[in-house]
């Protein structure tokens, strides 16, 4: 993780030398970033380019300072992490997971047929939403923002949080997603009847359908996800994000990380779920076990969600895991179109 940092500061230095001169070079960087350019082609480690090639950039923003400021923050040891587990990144560090569920989360509330909720408004800085049951533990990501946001002040929360999504996606070794500036801060609550911005709570998906991952669980994920207008194939691309962080017993009430490398995004996600053996939990550090029906595997050390293994056991979803399990460059450009998708969804980027 720290060769993947240092070398993305690399090329940050060096397409300066770039921007500056005006090459064409720079200007495929600014089509990568605006989204133009094909996601296959880019590299995860493609810095974002001069932000006045790209129309939709606000020239209050200084984008490159604004993303060293954010690598800068995931790279630290001691940015707090606070949890009551106890793991390895339940004190302090390893933050850039909870920084794309932060994207996800503000993105994942979007109902295609209303053209209601998505990123646009940062709406999960005010209550109710930011209490949704979905959002638990999420104001730790916000507040380590806040010193940040105070530094950029022309960034609005909604691309902020969006933006630390997608850096944190790279800084783990992920794909470029690419990134397009615009969206606009909704400035007190609102009832959602009166800012289409604002939704209740229930839009992000559930853990359990109620039958431990069998056919009411994948309804249940289709239902969340053909309501944002994705399709079977997107929705285990997207699932892919949990190869990052973990569950802690105080924010969704599970336990444990879904890989061994919690910090990178990979497909060992797809691996484990295929390779491994898993069986319900019944026990935690030598006591019964508490709390929600979940999954582990023989160390105890894993775990699988029943939405998690819902992709497995639906016969529509599976042809997908075992693609991306064996495929890991496959994963990495289907992920990155699906989440760059999911967090545009609902934003009028002509009104910026």
Known sequence: DAMRLAFLRAANSATAALRAAGTRRAASYAAAFCGSAGVASVAWYVVSPEPALCKAAKSAVDWYKLRDDLLELMDSDSAPNPSVDGASNGGGGAIAP???RLAWHCAGTYDVKTGT???DGATMRFKPESDHGGNAG???ARALLEPIKRKHPGVTYADLYVYAGVIAIEACGGPNVGFRPGRSDALKPTPPSEDKRFT????LPGADGGDNGKEKTAQHIRDIFYRMGFNDQEIVALSGAHALGRCHTDRSGYWGPWTRAETSLSNEYYREMLENTWTPKKTHEAK???GPMQYEDPTGELMMLPSDLALIWDPKFRPWVEKYAKDEGAFFKD???AFKKLLELGVD????
């Open 98 to 100: 909870m920084m794309v």
């Open 200 to 203: 209740p709570d229930g839009r």
């Open 117 to 119: 909720g998505g990123s």
């Open 138 to 140: 999420l104001h730790h």
């Open 335 to 337: 992920f990155a179109k």
């Open 288 to 290: 019964p076990w508490k």
């Open 349 to 352: 980027f002509n009104a910026a």
